[in-house]
């Protein structure tokens, strides 16, 4: 058993400590915002539902579920690209921004769903894909064809008559990010796959394209965009020889640069501002100060963003310290106190499966700890991201060889390892743990053949566990990951502190408890959760006769001058703070 002493603690807790005189958060009417009090649902709308037998998703099986949606309690719903495209990169190579991959469904496929959605008070949010498109979009086709043709310049382009291009990094072809067109004698610039060439954000012509795209989707009534890889929108355009190995710090050197943010502006007055949409930039450059510039509200640019420090804590089978999760949490928090929000989450289509690497998969520990990961997301500062699944504890899925990979990623790096020599054994590992392709599995709905996704043959292997890890299986269940997660979306929605709350840090150092208190005006809530498998015992005092929100155990015992934590117990308790 751990004891862990804190008198500040207790001081926290009876609101001893603080001034007299002290500034209490309070929710004005100027920084209350729908976005800032919505919970997002990620759909990745491959995996999610097949109607018609193809063995890939679409927008009727969204339909089918959207009482389903509305049953979790969540608010938003951010959906990844569906556009027409050759699918090299799942969709994020657009060849086509206004019309819908047939296999996804009709365009009015698309608006029965975005209706029924805001029928039930759900907001949608765009993927916008536009710091590279597919090589297939006819503006490339054109661009590639001639260097006179007018859509040449939509593309960045290095003449072959200057010679071979400065390297540069490419984060999905390890022969790097330049590729040789001969119609035109020169290479265009791809930060992505070959096939997702980098648009030129310099051309007037280019910007106005995006704005006009964005606003054909705010007219149908999306409610807001996700910005894909924005941060590398703009660039240093003279194409400098950079240090060698920049590569490991490539935002610094590839994106945000200052033009970026009068792009921003521009956005902002052409599309976000005139439709009360909200705009959310995947990635927050590389310092704080990045970060703020993309989302304080007095710049008028974007209203959120998503850094990578969390998910790039636990990248390989050796993981994590909860030491290191508090700190990038807690920092982020401070940073954002006062001005700016960002979006708190632990997965998404990027990233493995969230219980798979900051909780614990395993049969006897994945119900607990993943409803301790979602009080956690559910209770701090921040938006909410949810990636579906993860509402049931879905795991990541055992593909220890290359052969079972589709995805562009995992084939790029697997590539590069071999020509590098790597140690090939070493590098599935790592990747079995990590890739992407763990969390894009079809959606785990019953029993039935192929998790209730499909009829037909699935483009991706369902995860074997789907027998046990199932919505059906769950939905009756009321100790489940599912119930759990209703439950704790309706206490963030009753609880303004959950959302606007200061959010102040208790047992820095304590290795298996994450503890915090979220503050508002009067209110005060106090979080505990324990990451670890193992008991844990913090002592502290009254407690004894609060009010709990939220148990993923049947009991707690507050009696006493200390609390023992079950393993991956989260609790959160109602203070009575002294006014
Ligand atoms: C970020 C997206 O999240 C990822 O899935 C995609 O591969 C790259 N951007 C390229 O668009």
Redesign the pocket.
Known sequence: MDKFLLILFLLVLTGSCRNEVEQKTVATEKNKKWWKEGILYQLYPQSFKDTDGDGFGDFPGVVEKLDYLESLGITMVWMNPFFESPLV??G?DVSDYRAILPRYGTMDDFDAMLDGMHERGIKFVLDV?V??SSDQHKWFKGASSSRDNEYHDYYHWWPAEKGEPPHRHS??DPEGGWDYVEAVDAYYLHT?AEV?PDLNWENPKVRQEVYDIMKFWAEKGVDGFRM??FQFASKDTTFPEFPKGHEKDFIKWYGMRPQLHDYLKEMNNEVIRKYDVFAVS?GAGSTFEDAHKLVDADRNELQMAYHFETVDLSRTPEGYTLKEFKDVFTSWDESFAEEGWISIFLS???NARMVSRFGNDSPEFRTVSTQMLNTFLLSMRGTPYIYYGDELGMTNLDMPKIEEYVDI?AKGKYKAAMANNEDMDAFMEVLNYSS?ENGRTPMQWDTTANAGFTNGTPWKKVNPNYREINVAAQENDPNSVLSHFKKMTEVRKKNPVLVYGDYELLLPEHEQVYAYTRTLGEDRVLVLLNFSERESTIDMEKLNGQNILINNYDDLDLEGTSVTLQPYQAVIVSMETES
């Open positions: 990169d799942n994020y894909v710091n590279h984060l999905f992505f997702q894909d890889a995947e998404n289509h990027d990623d992407r």
